[in-house]
Every structure is written in structure tokens, then in C-alpha cells.
């Protein structure tokens, strides 16, 4: 018989999906050139070319059978072992092999972290504004995402909102540092409080409460952002990697699971994921992907264009009189919106072929949120549209 | 806290991977080439020629962000059209795109399958002997896994015990066909009869029975076998596939589930399977590896040592007085054990070097099974230890 948990999932559609089908047929209407698109969050630049030259070096010189051969099910072991070295020397942690598990992308690591450290029915707690995939990522684990409101000031974390909605159920604490929607990145000061936020709850309840990063923008800090590494300042910590976008390789799924040598059970967290892997069908990265992304590992794509385009853009708005908070890394912006009603503002700015998300499924009213993943020359000859519509439909 | 059910997982260890694990060490010891290793599963033949020439030609020529960026979640749709354009092409079905889902691999699509037509509690039937991982890959689903012992004259299936454990929660039927680990292959009478038992049994209960087939070694059948596509006889049928035997890519992970088109909401099946992903993680296989893959869809590694190796073996163990019925596909040949209890043999033939599994894991105790998916060379060299072993110890 059919699953009607899954059957029901079929009416809801992403907004942010539906946007960009949108930019897709309307650029084929006037040019995809006259789209200014700003809806998905897919790189725009190119993976390293040592990635490309890594893999067809092994195509041309490796057995074919050990290249395609079987992944153990934690990860080809040297690649694990590489990820945990440049870890350690970036970072200056002390992962072992032990401690790292390759997944298919973040969303793999994730749907391997929940399951670790909760149990049907528990609650994960993640901060407004987050990524709605979270939502049926952690729902349907079986354990219940609820959603802390936002620190509107400067999308750090709003403690106050915290200190209401955590209680007992609560076994893991869910961050996305450099954040998408808002492109905010957590302060060492952020972190810091809200790691001893948790490890004072943990002896109030007697129990363990998992502190979930999910790292997939890491690589994409600017300028004088304040990012720390969120496993150092707590040790019941799992950190969920993705390579999607630091070596602009989304589609090929490898990512990772590393978690905090001194967490509770870090011995057998990894191992656990394995376990949790023959329920869920999951699988390692590709074998041929896991060993190319290996001999990259401390690169990345020119991330470059991203911070120019944020330097871009976030001048231009804050000319324009919206009120915004500065990204710290990432490729989104989050400005608050010039009428309450964010879904308004976003169809009236898409007349102007200008595709912007609102921002009430990522858990705040009232704002949107632009992808400059693009070219630079388009987020430019953007501006004048944006002023156009501003000018046009608000008068300002 | 820590999920108890994976923790506890850790305590079974596979007698699989042990054995092979046995034989790497004891390979250390004596030479590899003196372990007659028949444990693993994996293939010994490299991938066709085609794939790595299709990937490099890629890697030189298409734009690395096309190559490498995000597939659809069902898949890339060129790639989905090509795997129903073969499929019916091969099998005069009717397949169209909306009814492939790209997966990660047999474990992937067969994970998708089971959450798509059963829900917590309900039950599947499956046959032995089996593939001993049906079984966390099924409970971990929600769904009880239920096995039908076996027919154990010529590994078809025992249709006694099916009717004595049909009832009204069995949801899914799940066959696997060539077989791990006899390398029977289901006759069309079988599938035939089957198929009849199925539209019976759904009209009397009045629900939809789902049959699902898991097919990683469709593509390696022996000369003479009647190899019937399972889902040309019923409707309500879901082909579960993987690239990891035929194509020689294991570890790349990539195969597909095709909703048959006559089946109970066949045109939402493979969305569904969509929706499924979002909570267990699952992403599309590599995009490259879609590609790819679609390019050489029609080809096979030359798969023409494993009926070699076939045969050679049937023939020796016949000569040497085994009970054995004769593979008519996979890599896999399922002799009756020459006592009683099948670990204890394989424990004698461990001292002669000889790496045989123990059937019991595979739902039937008292035979072994061995993977020839080996060089002949050395299939044939284990012959005179095979035969010392079995004099040695039986008298024979």
C-alpha cells in the first residue's frame, strides 16, 4: 500500500524551485540574460582544475577495479585519514580516522547525525532563519525540528528565543555557520555562549545535548569575518561537511561526518553511521570521487567572485535604503523586505524580472533573500533594475 | 543521546566481511595467491573500455559546473529517459522518464522501494536463501522482513511455505533473481506462478501487493537459463537495479528504481521516491557518474569468466560427490554442505586455506556458499586443494 506520508509531501512545493522554473521559461521568453535570477544557491564558478586533472590521471593510470572498486562502508580509508589530517592542521583538532565517516554531501552527514544522537520523538532545536530542508530532514529521522526565532539585529542567535523553547526533549542543537539565508557568520562570542548555554543544560537535565554544525559554506568567509571552528568550543559536537560548494562540485555528493574526538562515544559515533547506513540505503561518495577530492583537499574553487559580488550588491542596497545586515561568507544576502508581506514584495519585484525568494519558509517574515552566485556583470546590471523597482513601486 | 538501536548493531559482525578480513591477513602470510578467497561478492573484471574513455572525453570537453552541478533529485533526465528507452528496448516495456528514479546502488533503490509501498509494521516477504543485509535494510525501514524457507531442490521457490506465511500485512513481496547466494535464476513458471499466488492474494485481501525485484545480476545468466524480466508479469512491480555487477562499478553507486507502468500510481511512484530522499538523506548518484554511465547503457564488462569459472567449479564439485544445483546466473554457486552443520565445515576448509561461507546468514542451514567471481586460473588451482580438503576430512 501506497506510504501516504511520502504521497501527502507531494502537494508542497518548493518555493525556491518553483522561482527558478520560472527564471528558466521566462529566460526563454526575453533571454536568460535579462533574468536577473537570484533564486538558487548552485555555484558559479568552476571546481578546481586539479580536481579535473586528479581524475583523469587515475582514469588513465589506476586499476580500473581499484578505482571503481567497493568503498567500506565508513569511507576509503586513506581519504579519511586525509580529511582528518587537514582538519587537524587547519583547525588544530586531533581527529583520527575513527572519527570521520564520508557521505554523500550534507545532506548524507546530516541524515547520519540525527540519527546518531536522537531517538524518535526527541526534539532537534535549529535557529531562525535556517534552510527549510531542514525540516523534513529532521522530521522525518523521526525526531522534531523546532525552530528557535531569529536575532533579527544581526542574525546571530537570539538567546532569549532560546532559553524559551529549550527543555528536556531537546538532544540536539542544530547551527548552519556561515548561515544560509542570512549570510551571517556566528561570532566566536556567539559560539562560545551558546556552548556554555548547552553544557549548563546538559548538567541541569543529566543528559547529553549534540551540538550538529551543518559546514557546507566554511570555505566562503570574508574579509574580516569572525569565524570560528564550532567543534572547538564544544566537545559534544558533530561537524557535517559538504565539498558542494568549496570545490563547486554539488553534483557529485561527497562530503563528510567528523565527529569531535571528545564527544560522548566518540569512539563509535562513526562507526554508528555505518550501521545507520544499511537502514537508510545511504552509500559512500563515489570511490573515484572520494579518492580525486582527496588529492584537493586544501583547495577550492577562486571563491573570489562571491565576496565581489556581496561588496556589489550590499552597497547597492544599502544606497537604496534597504535595511541589511553585511554577510560574513556565504553567496546569500538577506535584506529586510520594503513591505511586511515578503511573498508581495517578491512577486512585484518578479514584473521587473527580478527572481528574489521571500523569506517566510525560512522562518522570518518580511525579508528575502538574493543568490549572487552569478556573474558579476549581471549582479551589476541588476542594480539599475532594483533601483527601477524600488523607485516605481515603493517611491523611494 | 546516543541511538541505542545503531549502538547495538555493532555487536553483529558480518561473517562475510570477517572471512574476508580472515583472508587478507592469512594472504599476508602465506601470499594472497594461496588463499583460495571465495567470501566477497566483488567483481573481477574491469569496467568496459567505454566508461573511461566516455568519463575522460567528458572531463576534457564538457563545462566542468554542467559535469559537476546538481542533478534533479529523481535524476538527470536525459540519463532517466536513456534507462527506459534501453529497458524497453531490451524488454518491449513501456517505461517513460516519470517512472525511473536514479539511485545510489541495489541499497539506495531497494531503500526507496520499500518506504514507497509499505509503512511501519507492515510486513515483506522475501525467499531464502537470501542476501543476508535484506534484513537491517528492511527493519531499519519501519517495515518486518519475513523470510520463506526454502525450495531447496532447485532454489525456485517454495510455494508451501509462501502460502503458510502470506497474510493480510504482508505489503511487498521481494525476490531477487539471478540469486545471492544459490545463482538460481526464477524460471518464467515461477514468476508466472508467483505473479498468479500475488493477484489472488491482493483481491482476497482487497490491498495491493507490491513485488519488488532486486536485479544486480539480470545481466550475468548462463547459457540455457530462462532469465524472464520480472516485471513483465505483474503489475504492481518495482525493478530495483544496479550498475555495480554488470558495468563493474561498485563503488561508484549507481543504479535506478523503475515503477512498472501498469502498476497502482505509477505515475507518482518515482516522485515519491523524490520526497523519500529528502529524509534519508539519499542523493542522486554523481553526476558525472549519470552521465557517464548513460553512455555505455547497452554495454557490460565481458562477463564471460564468471560461466567459465561456473563451470569449472559445477563440474569439480559433481566429480568430488557435492549436492549442488546448477547456476544459471551470478557469480555465486550454493553447494550442500558434507555435514550437518555448515560452520563447522567451513571452519575444516579454512585450514586447507579455502574461504567458504556458511549458509546459515542466507536463511538455510547446512550449505556454503562460494563467489567465483575470481581469476580462473586460480579457481582452477583451488581444485586439488578442494579435493584434498573434502578426502582429508570426509573420506571421500
Do not use: W
Not at 523521526?142 to 536575532?151: C, E, I, T
Amino acid at each position: 500500500m501506497i506510504n501516504e506520508i511520502y504521497k501527502n509531501m507531494l502537494q508542497g512545493k518548493s518555493i525556491i524551485r518553483e522561482l527558478s522554473e520560472y527564471a528558466a521559461i521566462r529566460g526563454k521568453e526575453i533571454g536568460y540574460d535579462n533574468v536577473f535570477d537570484f533564486s538558487l544557491g548552485n555555484p558559479s564558478v568552476p571546481c578546481p582544475r586539479n580536481y579535473t586533472d586528479s581524475m583523469m590521471g587515475m582514469l588513465k593510470e589506476e586499476d580500473p577495479m581499484a578505482l571503481h572498486g567497493y568503498s567500506p562502508s565508513l569511507g576509503i580509508e586513506s581519504v579519511r585519514r586525509a580529511v582528518a589530517d587537514s582538519l587537524n592542521r587547519r583547525f588544530a583538532m586531533d581527529y583520527e580516522v575513527k572519527h570521520i565517516f564520508m557521505a554523500s554531501g550534507a545532506a548524507g552527514a546530516l541524515a547520519h547525525a540525527f540519527r546518531c544522537v536522537t531517538r524518535p520523538g526527541d526534539e532537534i532545536l535549529t535557529f531562525a532563519p535556517f534552510f527549510p530542508e531542514y525540516t523534513p530532514y529532521v522530521n522525518l529521522s523521526g525526531a522534531r525540528l523546532k525552530v528557535v526565532p531569529a536575532d533579527t539585529k544581526k542574525f546571530q542567535i537570539n538567546f532569549g528565543a532560546l532559553e524559551e523553547m529549550m527543555n528536556e526533549k531537546v538532544m540536539a542543537v542544530l547551527v548552519n555557520t556561515p548561515n544560509n539565508p542570512s549570510g551571517a557568520v556566528y561570532s566566536t562570542e556567539t559560539i562560545e555562549r551558546l556552548a556554555e548555554f548547552l553544557r549548563g543544560k546538559q548538567t541541569e537535565y543529566g543528559h547529553d545535548i549534540f551540538l550538529i554544525s551543518d559546514e557546507p559554506y566554511r570555505e566562503i568567509v570574508f574579509e574580516g569575518a569572525d569565524a570560528p571552528y564550532v567543534s572547538k568550543f564544544y566537545d559534544n559536537s558533530i561537524s557535517c561537511y559538504s565539498y558542494s560548494k568549496s570545490l563547486s562540485l554539488p553534483g557529485e555528493r561527497i562530503g563528510y561526518v567528523a565527529v569531535n574526538p571528545r564527544c560522548r562515544d566518540a569512539e563509535i559515533l562513526a562507526v554508528m553511521c555505518g550501521q545507520i547506513s544499511r537502514g537508510i540505503g545511504h552509500n559512500c561518495p563515489a570511490s573515484s570521487v572520494q579518492m580525486a577530492v582527496a588529492r584537493v583537499l586544501d583547495e577550492t574553487s577562486d571563491l573570489s567572485v562571491y565576496e565581489t559580488n556581496m561588496n556589489v550588491l550590499y552597497d547597492a542596497l544599502v544606497r537604496l535604503g534597504f535595511e541589511v545586515v553585511r554577510p560574513g561568507g556565504t553567496f546569500y544576502i538577506f535584506p529586510k523586505a520594503l513591505e511586511e508581506d515578503a511573498g508581495v514584495f517578491c512577486m512585484k519585484a518578479k514584473k521587473y524580472d527580478l527572481i528574489l525568494v521571500p523569506s517566510d519558509n525560512f522562518g522570518v517574515p518580511g525579508y528575502f533573500r538574493m543568490a549572487y552566485c552569478i556573474d558579476t556583470k549581471k549582479v551589476r546590471r541588476s542594480l539599475p533594475v532594483l533601483e527601477k523597482f524600488v523607485k516605481e513601486e515603493y517611491g523611494l
